[in-house]
T-cell receptor, first 111, second 118 residues
Framework: QKEVEQNSGPLSVPEGAIASLNCTYS??????FFWYRQYSGKSPELIMF????GDKEDGRFTAQLNKASQYVSLLIRDSQPSDSATYLC???????????FGKGTRLHILP | GAVVSQHPSWVICKSGTSVKIECRSL??????MFWYRQFPKQSLMLMAT?????????EQGVEKDKFLINHASLTLSTLTVTSAHPEDSSFYIC??????????????FGPGTRLTVL
């Protein structure tokens, strides 16, 4: 089992709809969870982090964490064409605190 | 806050030469910085963890004699690709964790350096 798994996509979502991105992780000791956005040819930029079970909202973005089920998700409301990018899930590995990145999900917002 | 810069943003060099890439934390001190490499349409690959004042920790399969890392101050880490070859052509990205209250180990990335070896 991979440490951090994401569906590679592409995930196509109509403009204005909600985009839902999912990530599962294998280490039950993980405590920190991150979502990054990476545009083609650019470096990743932090969208948000979450440490506690439940939802965390920041503008159009909501991160959801369920430690019992070992998944973290990112919801993007009112999707815009500018949201088209690759979204990286990152999780800290409990045994050594190293941050492990998933391979990313490509999101395409359809105008 | 939490801005990380890299220089140069792109570099083209001849095979066999060495290239130095700088990574700076502009508004915070970083005892630890990270170096990643990303090939086109591939995922981020952690190369090494750079610790201020000590030797870097390299990931399995990364040649420490080829990718020299120096973390001489709390705001500067450098990656030198020695005797570069075309297969070293890639996008090199650094990151750092400012350790802000409530943010823990959040990493902020530099803009990356695109290396092309002819």
């Amino acid at each position: 089992q991979k440490e951090v798994e994401q569906n590679s996509g592409p995930l196509s979502v109509p403009e204005g709809a909600i985009a839902s991105l999912n990530c599962t992780y294998s280490d039950r000791g993980s405590q920190s969870f991150f979502w990054y956005r990476q545009y083609s040819g650019k470096s990743p930029e932090l969208i948000m982090f979450i440490y506690s079970n439940g939802d965390k909202e920041d503008g159009r973005f909501t991160a959801q964490l369920n430690k019992a089920s070992q998944y973290v998700s990112l919801l993007i409301r009112d999707s815009q064409p500018s949201d088209s990018a690759t979204y990286l899930c990152a999780v800290n590995r409990g045994r050594d605190d190293k941050i492990i990145f998933g391979k990313g999900t490509r999101l395409h917002i359809l105008p | 806050g939490a801005v990380v810069s890299q220089h140069p943003s792109w570099v083209i060099c001849k095979s066999g030469t060495s290239v130095k890439i700088e990574c700076r934390s502009l508004d915070f001190q970083a005892t630890t910085m990270f170096w990643y490499r990303q090939f086109p349409k591939q995922s981020l690959m952690l190369m090494a963890t750079s610790n201020e004042g000590s030797k870097a920790t390299y990931e399995q399969g990364v040649e420490k004699d080829k990718f020299l890392i120096n973390h001489a101050s709390l705001t500067l880490s450098t990656l030198t690709v020695t005797s570069a070859h075309p297969e070293d052509s890639s996008f090199y990205i650094c990151s750092a964790s400012p350790g802000l209250a409530g943010e823990g180990d959040t990493q902020y990335f530099g803009p990356g350096t695109r290396l092309t070896v002819l």
